[in-house]
Nanobody
Framework: QVQLVESGGGLVQAGGSLRLSCAAS????????MGWYRQAPGKQRELVATVTAGSTTNYADSVKGRFTISRDNAKNTVYLQMNSLKPEDTAVYYC??????????????WGQGTQVTVSS
């Protein structure tokens, strides 16, 4: 069993910053690609950013230059530093992780989601 626990969401004014964290625990041998997605009301879930095991990052155009994804492999944790937040960043943010178990099976997991609300 694997658990992903997210934290760091909240309410912030436009121009402010938040840092999201997602910690994985359980039957883990290693973590492959880790990422953040978001879903705004009435919209489809969309990619925000990903980071590979080799630390290659990828960002949605809408967040480039404002958001930074990083990972701490020793803590099995992925972070999303969000700066210069805009009202259109308001959404539920989900972490997503490819986990290789101790039995060498790779499975994809989602976090429970954390609300980010940016007021204008």
């Amino acid at each position: 069993q694997v658990q992903l626990v997210e934290s760091g969401g909240g309410l912030v004014q436009a121009g402010g910053s938040l840092r999201l964290s997602c910690a994985a625990s359980g039957n883990i041998f290693t973590l492959n690609t880790m990422g953040w997605y978001r879903q705004a009301p009435g919209k489809q879930r969309e990619l925000v950013a990903t980071v590979t095991a080799g630390s290659t990052t990828n960002y949605a155009d809408s967040v480039k230059g404002r958001f930074t994804i990083s990972r701490d492999n020793a803590k099995n944790t992925v972070y999303l530093q969000m700066n210069s937040l805009k009202p259109e960043d308001t959404a539920v943010y989900y972490c997503n992780v490819d986990i290789v178990s101790r039995w060498f099976r790779t499975e994809n997991y989602w976090g429970q989601g954390t609300q980010v609300t940016v007021s204008s």
